[in-house]
């Protein structure tokens, strides 16, 4: 284990305060910073050795990886926690001077992505791929879609996730609503066999570092986009028309009679997704 890796793991174990979610956030985000580090030249740092350049410098990296906003403020949040536990908060400046902007939760903007068949044969672990194709055919988190267990979580016509694997521990059930689904699943079943979709050799963390390594690798990046990509396949199959992120009639501009399938269509699929507001669903397909 690299010094820095381990400092960061006697910080924790003396004062890794916060739920048992939070700590298991930062263990990961912590153990992915300091990797990155490392990886970017910053050899035989010790915990104590933070300075702002290296604030800087992972900001820029997790730009040109393509992550989100929201993903960079997390694991910024992380990095703050990391300085303040070693007396230097002011090393970890604003977001704002790090250059990462605040959050636009309804912007119109298509964010969907599609998976590029080439890219996903060049992901060299089948669990990875099947997680992906998870995603983007169900609207699964990444989370999700890793400790999807299909032998558990297949019920035929419906999957039903457990609380323990979804954001927020909020049990859901998602529809199966064509054969290319079915297909899937059916796939699925055969890889997991009676786990889920990571190898049983593999805790999920191990299966996490994978899946990114070997997406990366693979030049595949923003695949948050693939539930935006599922939000907006929903909202066309239930009301008719497309979504406004996707090009489709602005919320003012519709009838009585369209805004109610709309607000219809926005309920379903943010239960869908594991989301407890329908509000929440202007974030996919727009307002």
């Known amino acids: 284990m690299r010094d820095l890796n381990y400092d960061l793991k006697r910080l924790q174990a003396a004062r890794d305060d916060g739920s048992r979610g939070t700590r298991r956030a930062r263990s990961y985000a912590l153990a992915q910073i300091a990797n990155t580090l490392h990886d970017l030249g910053f050899k035989g740092l010790r ?86 194709r998870m995603e983007a055919e169900f609207g699964l988190r990444r989370e999700e879609a890793i400790k999807f267990t299909p032998s558990r979580d297949d019920r035929g016509d419906r999957m039903r996730l457990k609380g323990s694997t979804t954001k927020g521990g909020r049990p859901r059930e998602v529809p199966v609503l064509n054969d290319s689904q079915r297909r899937l699943l059916d796939e699925a079943r055969k890889l997991a066999g009676g786990g889920s979709l990571i190898p049983p050799d593999r805790s999920y963390r191990q299966q996490l570092k994978i899946y990114e390594d070997r997406t990366r690798a693979a030049g595949l990046y923003r695949m948050h986009g693939l539930r935006h990509g599922y939000a907006a396949r929903r909202y066309e199959e239930i009301t008719g028309w497309k979504a406004p992120a996707a090009g489709g009639p602005r919320q003012r501009s519709l009838t009585g009679a369209q805004r109610r399938i709309d607000r219809d269509a926005r309920q379903t699929i943010a239960r869908e997704l594991g989301h407890g507001r329908a509000a929440i669903s202007s974030v996919y397909c727009g307002s």
């Open 47 to 132: 915990a104590t050795g933070l300075r702002r350049k290296h604030a800087v410098a992972l900001v820029r990296e997790w730009k040109r990886q393509g992550r989100s906003i929201g993903t960079m403020k997390n694991r910024t949040a992380h990095l703050r926690w990391w300085a303040e536990r070693i007396g230097r908060p002011a090393v970890v400046p604003s977001n704002g001077a790090l250059g990462i902007a605040n959050r636009e939760y309804v912007t119109n903007e298509d964010r969907s992505v599609v998976l590029d068949p080439e890219k996903l044969a060049l992901v060299k672990d089948e669990h990875v791929v099947m997680a992906l």
